[in-house]
């Protein structure tokens, strides 16, 4: 096994061409997997130190994020959390405090997770990937990047470099929610993300629902935020949202619960997660 | 007067809070554990394991992974002799498998390898045949006729007519006639609840370090609750004298009862001896969770007949248990515990055992007795809810008290169960104000506490200090209680007492440590040493003096003569005894080895609200209060945290815990994630009420405190569940999809 740290993107391109390689950043998946057997790879390439990678900047009103940016530093980042709370708080839900200072975003979207908390809030968010590669650079919209369980649509040698989350409108909200049995360090049930921006009567405007862990992949559910657009989130919109839910999740039976129960308790999370969005966009619940 | 005989006395240092004498070593991570010893020259072993719930072993063959560089020694079951003894055989069976593998994760053969990776292709290398055959995990269809049978051979002898061969132990209890008690109830209720197996969940895995010489004479350490049982064992199953294994017991990273009996020590030392080198062994904690002692899965029924105001009239429970792949005799404790709180005119209680494909059972906190006492409690709420009556009430009209035959035939003495009934009652967590989905919960819970055998020496330094060695590992502060014990007797600073737990060759046998059985035992052998030793140094100071030995006596840590008669000398400290000990007869030593009844059993109650969401079943534990009677608390800064260690994990149990099997017989959930103790931001600050009425079998009054702690909590946040939830729920874990199901359910 070889531990390679690149200077450049093309140098990290290259090395991910190697058979058996893997992108290291926080290693908070990678490190547990090999430890556990699932993964032994032959080279590991350690993208922390590639320029700008660490970065939170500014762009065109929104945010590039870099890759290893850790879920603390996101945190930590007054403005960021400001424009888009639903996000950061969706990434601070990986794993412990102490988790969170190595975790970053992009590497729990690239683990391929169907549960990955960091990823419904970057979906209804409408982040863009960028990616880099042996051919150069791409953007991607990020719900194009899980594919399945475990698997994301990444060619060879290709990683992501960095995330943006767009530019908010006045009076825009959004929020992102679990289930998990315990009150920390557990994996999701079931998680959901609202995405909500308000016209100057407290109507919503736009609306965004992205559903974590109740289908192959993190997905983005049409109907239900199309629910919601035109109300000012009555009963009947969010029970409506909750139907649209419920009937968009395809998820398994497995020892952290059942179809049953993750279908019901997806409804049940965005209801409450659009209530939020809802109250950080200005709206009054 | 009888030595045990309680005198009013004021203590000096039993009942304050010393500083913790392991607290440093933990802290700074100097405390050696089972796996930070090494020995030069020392191999890495690995276990390989079954894949399989259920088969037969057609064939092992390790001829290739022999011959793989850095293997120095394969050893499977083949390499052992076969034990006479049944228990023994089971055990040794447990830790390397002999013609079968009963549960996924069962030892089929171990390697020891220059390196982990030597060790790790070794594994892979070692072929076996398998010939699968049916399996069964649960209690109740492994009963029935026609289930696959475990073990061939091992059935009670009178299996009654419809039951499987896996039915393999029997118990019953009770008095009285149950049909006139349950003729006199106004309200009859029947109700069957099921329980999972949980683990121990002991943060340190299992590890030893064996050596075995050329001479045949071996060294073991380990991490183990218990180095005389780790000896024997290991003993009979190496064919070796006890007197030629040394074992030595590192500091112990949790126990809770898995750490009474050996999973690796064994194999450990069997590839020692084949490889004629030092071997180390650590579990990973996916091979803790596969392999090692779980508790019982649970099925049982209860039936209480109550009168209108409250009196129980009649009381019967039939407890299913398995304790996975070997006989046990659990059942007979949860029979016996299961109405142990109540005094009752009719009551009968059944216990079986019945064997699954899971990994063989060992004692967790009071084993047997949560699950029987979670379902007669449960049952028993429901009643006061239906006759509307004060939980607390019905418990103290139908409580045990001194004098009553228990359930279990035993006439207690004085007991504190009304005493810590009046105690939560008066608590102001019972009257507090409750919110909308918030219910509270109560339960009683009782253990036996043991006594046992122990040996203890207590050794006076020249220089006035003072060590104790004994031969019980410290699971739960005991050497701070010894201690505290041992400067109390002799009238000298705690400061001035060190406590050490010492090998086998040092010291005489000692029961391990389990059934609460330390403080009371050891600290019982520990005052008999200090009384012989205060004893010699009256005689020093009589021999200084020129007076009888019998005109001096011990006081305020000194020699003293015996009133006026004696003659006038001022007193002599045991510094100043010590100080010339060498010159005066000699070292002083105290020393006790003994064994003793008496123990003393101990109730306790515990209160908990909860709050339930409606919408998807997640619960809250708001406010947890545990109320026990300790006999005499010697460190109550332990005692306190038993009390609260044993709510913490009874907490964990009734509400996520739980062994997950698959179709196929395979464990889902060997790891931390998907087997899911309570983290600490899912308890809330856990408050205590110490009670006290004395243990008469002990000098201070003490009583273990151990393990009655983890017997409330199921029965007291199911009540509390069911309560918030406005619907019983009869199974454990009470996990969010099956609360939203009996919510949903109820409309």
Redesign the interface.
Do not use: C, S
């Given at each position: 096994m070889r531990y390679a740290i690149p200077k450049t993107a093309a140098e990290a391109a290259s090395l991910l061409m190697e058979e058996a390689a893997r992108v290291l950043a926080g290693g908070t998946d990678l490190l547990v997997q090999m430890k556990s057997g699932a993964r032994s790879p032959e080279v590991i390439v350690d993208i922390k130190h590639l320029p700008g990678l660490r970065d939170i900047s500014r762009e065109d009103g929104g945010f590039r994020i870099g890759a290893a940016v850790s879920g603390a530093e996101m945190q930590e980042h007054a403005d960021l959390v400001a424009a888009w709370p639903g996000v950061v708080e969706g990434v601070n839900l990986i794993g412990s405090t102490q988790i969170q200072g190595r975790a970053t975003m992009a590497g729990n979207l690239c683990n391929g997770s169907p549960a990955a908390d960091g990823v419904p809030a970057q979906i209804a968010a409408q982040a863009v990937v960028r990616i880099v590669g042996p051919k150069g650079e791409r953007d991607c919209p990020v719900a194009e990047i899980p594919t399945g369980p475990g698997k994301i649509s990444l060619g060879r040698g290709e990683f992501v470099a960095s995330i943006l989350l767009p530019a908010r409108p006045e009076r825009s909200g959004d929020a992102y929610l679990r289930?998990i049995?315990?009150?920390?360090?557990?994996?999701a049930?079931a998680g959901a993300a609202v995405n909500l921006v308000l016209a100057a009567d407290g109507t919503v405007d736009q609306a965004r629902v992205a559903l974590g862990a109740v289908a192959p992949t993190a997905m983005l559910v049409e109907e239900a935020g199309a629910a919601l657009v035109g109300t000012k989130l009555e009963q009947p919109a969010l029970d409506a949202l909750a139907k649209a839910c419920e009937a968009a999740c395809k998820p398994i039976d497995?020892?952290?619960?059942?179809v049953?129960?993750r279908t019901?308790?997806a409804g049940?999370l965005a209801r409450r997660a659009a209530r939020i969005a809802y109250v950080r966009a200005g709206g009054r619940a | 007067m009888a030595f045990d005989q309680q005198q009013k006395r004021d203590f000096k240092v039993v009942g304050t809070r010393p500083v913790r004498p392991d607290g440093i070593d933990k802290v700074t991570g100097r405390a050696m554990y089972g796996a930070d010893l090494s020995a030069p020259g020392m191999l890495v072993a690995r276990v390989l394991r079954s894949p399989h719930a259920h088969a037969k072993i057609v064939k092992i063959d390790i001829s290739k992974a022999e011959g793989l560089p850095g293997v120095k020694a394969i050893v499977t079951s083949a390499d052992l002799g076969r034990p006479e003894d049944e228990a023994l055989r089971d055990t040794q069976d447990n830790c390397l498998a002999y013609d079968k593998v009963l549960y996924d994760g069962h030892p089929v053969a171990a390697v020891a390898a220059t390196t982990p990776e030597a060790a790790k292709a070794a594994l892979a290398a070692i072929e076996v045949t398998y010939e699968k055959l049916p399996h069964v995990t649960d209690v109740d269809a492994a009963m029935k006729a026609g289930a696959p049978v475990v073990l061939d051979g091992r059935a009670y002898e009178e299996v009654p007519a419809g039951w499987s061969q896996n039915v393999t132990n029997h118990c019953e209890f009770g008095h009285g006639d149950l049909e006139a008690g349950f003729a006199k109830a106004d309200l009859i209720l029947e109700r069957s609840f099921k329980t999972e197996a949980t683990h121990q969940g002991y943060i340190e895995p299992h590890a030893c370090l064996a050596s075995v010489g050329p001479d045949g004479r071996g060294e073991l350490w380990c991490c183990t609750q218990g180095q005389y049982m780790v000896r024997e064992t290991c003993a009979g199953i190496l064919e070796m004298d006890a007197s030629q294994l040394k074992v030595t017991p590192s500091e112990i990273g949790g126990g809770f009862g898995g750490k009474t009996t050996v999973f690796i020590e064994p194999v450990a030392l069997a590839l020692s001896r084949k490889a004629g080198r030092p071997v180390k062994l650590v579990m990973t904690r996916d091979e803790v969770f596969r392999a090692s002692g779980p508790t019982i899965q649970s099925s049982t029924d209860v039936k209480i007949g109550m009168t209108r105001d409250g009196r129980i009239t009649a009381a019967e429970a039939t407890l299913r248990y398995s304790g996975g792949c070997y006989p046990n005799m659990t059942c007979m404790m949860g029979a016996q515990a299961a109405f142990a709180a109540y005094d009752l005119d009719a009551v009968r209680t059944y216990g079986w055992n019945a064997l699954t494909n899971r990994p063989k059972e060992i004692s967790y906190r009071a084993p047997g007795a949560p699950t029987a006492i979670y379902a007669v409690e449960n049952v028993l709420d429901e009643m006061c809810q239906e006759l509307g009556l004060d939980p607390i009430d019905v418990r103290l009209t139908n409580a045990a008290d001194k004098g009553t035959k228990s359930s279990y035939g035993v006439t207690f003495q004085d007991i504190g169960l009304k005493t810590a009934l009046e105690a939560a009652k008066a608590h102001p967590h019972y009257s507090a104000p409750l919110g909308p989905n918030q219910g509270r919960g109560l339960s009683c819970g009782f253990w036996f506490n043991f006594g046992g055998n122990s040996s203890v020496t207590l050794s006076v330094n020249t220089d006035g200090t003072v060590n104790v060695t004994e031969g019980n590992p410290d699971i739960g502060g005991s050497r701070a209680s010894i201690s505290m014990i041992a400067a109390e007797e002799l009238g000298i600073p705690y400061e001035h007492v060190r406590t050490l737990v010492a090998d086998t060759a040092s010291i005489g046998h000692s029961d391990t440590t389990d059934g609460s059985r330390v403080t009371f035992m050891v600290g019982l052998a520990t005052i008999k040493a200090a009384r012989e030793a205060t004893q010699k140094m009256c005689a020093r100071a009589a021999a200084i003096w020129g007076i009888e030995p019998d005109a001096v006596e011990w006081i305020d840590g000194a020699a003293q003569p015996a009133g006026p008669n004696a003659g006038k000398f001022p007193p002599m400290s045991l510094a100043e005894i010590a100080a010339t000990s060498l010159k005066t007869g000699g070292p002083i030593a105290g020393h006790c080895e003994s064994t003793a009844d008496g123990a003393g059993v101990s109730f306790g109650v515990h209160l908990c609200d909860i709050e339930v969401d409606p919408e998807t079943g997640f619960t809250k534990v708001l406010r947890y209060t545990v109320v026990q009677d300790a006999g005499k608390a010697i460190h109550p800064d332990y005692v306190e945290g038993q009390m609260q260690g044993g709510a913490a994990q009874g907490i964990g149990w009734a509400l996520n815990e739980e062994y997950i099997y698959g179709e196929d017989g395979l464990l889902q959930n060997p790891g931390f994630l998907d087997y899911r103790i309570p983290v600490a931001s899912d308890l809330p600050p856990i408050d205590t009420v110490i009670v006290e009425v004395p243990n008469p079998g002990h000098p201070y009054g003490v009583r273990g405190v151990g393990e009655t702690s983890i017997v409330p909590p199921l029965a007291a946040i199911a009540n509390a569940v069911s309560r918030a939830a406005g619907v019983r729920l009869h199974e454990l874990p009470m996990s969010p999809p099956k609360i939203l199901k009996a919510v949903m359910a109820k409309g």
């Open positions: 289930f049995p315990r009150t920390e360090m557990d994996i049930v497995d020892k952290r619960g059942t049953e129960f019901h308790v049940v | -």
